[in-house]
């Protein structure tokens, strides 16, 4: 059962900030899904909104400050006091501490209506380039094709993942197009015969962002490879108690 913690360990620690992913890699996380966009002065930071009242105490567009200014924000005291020193990070310093822990990054470039697609891909290329850090620790994600096409222009060794809540009609078309490794979809709309038919076309298959297990037993059944979730330890602990039940079946078995 393999497990991506999204935004980080987000359950358990202010999402998209270095203290979450610390905690999903201490939890044992190979993943960590994370969003990158770019602050005025073009450096590729993690944060998911487009605003920062939702995850910071700042205000205002996410564009319109520069790196220095963002970090003049707690980007962690929304979520717990213990939290408060936490700021956005930027994508370098995430870089450094995968490539510390060796821990695998689904980086998913976060667009948003009027965004530069080509820029934010160019200046996430440049400070991936010089962290040094191995290409297939990573892997790109985006509901954008045009993000995800100037990335296998200019990155073609990393592998590309497309996101959907719904698939298009055409989407191994698509998929075929960007010479793409992966499809990321919501769990709540994928069914048994769209899963098929993307696992017998050789993609990875992976579900976001489901916090019940019970609500996906059925998708590993169907081929699922990997839960995108807030909440890793419930799939532990639903795991526990899977594996405890047929322990004791096996006992009651034998004992009959």
Known sequence: MQLMAHRGYSSQAPENTLAAFKQAIDFGCQWIELDVQLTADQVPVVMHDKTLERCTDGAGQLTELTFSELTRYSAGNWFAPEFRDETVPSLAATLQLAKQHSVNLNIELKIYPGDDETLLCQRVAAVIDAAGIAKDQLLFSSFSVTALAVMQ???????????????????????????????????????????????????ALYCYTPNQPLEVEAHWRWGVDMMITDKPHCYVIEETVSQDAVSKDAISRNES
């Open 153 to 203: 222009h200019i990155m073609p060794e990393i592998r590309r993942g497309l996101l959907w809540e719904t698939m298009p009609v055409d989407a191994f078309e698509i998929l075929e197009n960007l010479d793409a490794f992966s499809v990321h979809c919501h769990y709540r709309y994928l069914d048994e015969q769209q899963a098929a038919a993307i696992k017998q076309r050789g993609y």
